[in-house]
Structure formats: C-alpha cells, structure tokens
C-alpha cells in the first residue's frame, strides 16, 4: 500500500515560512492525487490543497490560497507545501494524503468543491506547525 512520510514542521513567528515535505512511496507516485490537511486542537480536519503528480491545477482552500504554493521533485518521489506569511491559525498538526488516480480523484474534488478526508485512503504521520 501506499506510504506517505512527511517532513518539515517546527515552531516559526508570524509571518515566517516554512516547506513541508511528503515522500511517496515510488511505486505509487505516478499519476498520485496528493492532499494537505491540516487539523488543530479541537477542530475538524481541514483541507488546504489537493494536487496531482501528473501536472493537473491544485485545488485549493480559499484560506490559504494567496499564501502558498505546492511543488514537486519527481526524482525523490516528493511533494512540497511551501507555506509563506504564515500566522498563528495556521497552527495545526499537517497531514499528506493520498486519494487514489489523480485524474478521477482531481475531478471529484473539483466537481465537488470540497477536500474530504474520507476520500483519501492513505495518510502520513502527521507533521506539528506550531506559529506564534
């Protein structure tokens, strides 16, 4: 099955940033459909993006939007979130996910508008983001 390991997390002032990093296994990074979510204390899960190993427009919450970006680096099988103007909401433990064939998964998300957890199969450790 899949495997998700993500890196990257740590404390930050407002206004910093930060890259988190999400190692996919190799065999399943092709055509992966990858999500961030986050989840802070005694808050539901969030999601922030979803994107596509493939190439497809990442899917986006309107929260983050203006402030982040997501890249990739296919020869280490890795997906980036490059977290910029980062402030204290941002707090939350960060997860990767992953849903599944990137072009069936993109459009549902898509066509839904919505970043669902339970679409996403598999998930990563989690990696703390703590701003103040």
């Known amino acids: 099955h899949v495997q998700l390991v993500e890196s990257g997390g740590g404390s930050v002032q407002a206004g910093g940033s930060l890259r988190l990093s999400c190692k996919v296994s190799?065999?399943?990074?092709?055509?992966?459909?990858i999500a961030w979510f986050r989840q802070a204390p005694g808050k539901e899960r969030e999601g922030i993006v979803v994107?596509?190993?493939?190439?497809?427009?990442?899917y986006w919450a309107d929260s983050v939007k203006e402030r982040w970006t997501v890249s990739q680096d296919d020869a280490h099988n890795t997906v980036y979130l490059h977290m910029d103007n980062l402030a204290p909401d941002d707090t939350a433990v960060y997860y990767c996910?992953?849903?599944?064939?990137?072009?069936?998964?993109?459009?549902?998300?898509?066509?839904?508008?919505?970043?669902?957890?339970?679409?996403?199969?598999?998930w990563g450790q989690g990696t703390q983001v703590t701003v103040s």
């Open positions: 190799e065999t399943f990074y092709t055509k992966a459909c």
């Open positions: 996910a992953e849903g599944g064939e990137a072009a069936i998964c993109m459009s549902a998300v898509k066509g839904a508008g919505v970043m669902r957890p339970a679409a996403f199969a598999y």
């Open positions: 994107m596509s190993t493939s190439g497809d427009t990442p």
